[in-house]
T-cell receptor
Framework: DTAVSQTPKYLVTQMGNDKSIKCEQNLGHDTMYWYKQDSKKFLKIMFSYNNKELIINETVPNRFSPKSPDKAHLNLHINSLELGDSAVYFC?????????????FGNGTRLTVT | DAKTTQPPSMDCAEGRAANLPCNHSTISGNEYVYWYRQIHSQGPQYIIHGLKNNETNEMASLIITEDRKSSTLILPHATLRDTAVYYCIVRVGRGYNTDKLIFGTGTRLQVFP
């Protein structure tokens, strides 16, 4: 079974639409993250949650709203999509926050905004 | 900004050891060194991490210098499937609101037959 799974794998949509990406982890981890990889391949953190509570919000536009219904899920909702939102979005989880607990990443959602 | 410096690319013959260097001269005492790799556009794959001591697992070995200002990831017998971008990352040890992996540009390792 996949440890960190994201759906959908590909998402093509038009500017101005609202879309959601779902993430689930079956590792029993307390902490979950969203990372964004842009066209230049830079990976950057967007959010982190620990036990369903927001810990890090890395100055992401408020059109992006994460939601964690339980420890195993962290969804990402994006309002009023813009061309610049096109990227690959990766979900990740770790047992706890902090340096000794590796992050495990999903395989990403490739978002294309036209 | 990433706290690490890596060569942009390296080549390695299949079956030989791949030694990937990383400089992290500003690392703090509670910061870990992590290595991840990314194959094509798949999700980053965890390889290994360490704080002060050298570490080994089924994938690789991590050698950290005594002053902790640099490290080397060793893939003992590289295969074609090890072709990927390898990221060396310094990660804060404590503090929920500072816990994040800051990815740099990595080293593109090409393993050739």
């Amino acid at each position: 079974d996949t440890a960190v799974s994201q759906t959908p794998k590909y998402l093509v949509t038009q500017m101005g639409n609202d879309k959601s990406i779902k993430c689930e982890q079956n590792l029993g981890h307390d902490t979950m993250y969203w990372y964004k990889q842009d066209s230049k391949k830079f990976l950057k953190i967007m959010f982190s949650y620990n036990n369903k509570e927001l810990i890090i919000n890395e100055t992401v536009p408020n059109r992006f709203s994460p939601k964690s219904p339980d420890k195993a899920h962290l969804n990402l909702h994006i309002n009023s999509l813009e061309l610049g939102d096109s990227a690959v979005y990766f979900c990740a989880s770790s047992r706890v926050p902090g340096g000794g607990s590796p992050l495990h990443f999903g395989n990403g959602t490739r978002l294309t905004v036209t | 900004d990433a706290k690490t410096t890596q060569p942009p690319s390296m080549d390695c013959a299949e079956g030989r050891a791949a030694n990937l260097p990383c400089n992290h001269s500003t690392i703090s005492g509670n910061e870990y060194v992590y290595w991840y790799r990314q194959i094509h556009s798949q999700g980053p794959q965890y390889i290994i991490h360490g704080l002060k001591n050298n570490e080994t697992n089924e994938m690789a070995s991590l050698i950290i210098t005594e002053d902790r200002k640099s490290s080397t990831l060793i893939l003992p017998h590289a295969t074609l499937r090890d072709t990927a971008v390898y990221y060396c990352i310094v990660r804060v040890g404590r503090g929920y609101n500072t816990d994040k992996l800051i990815f740099g540009t990595g080293t593109r390792l090409q393993v050739f037959p």
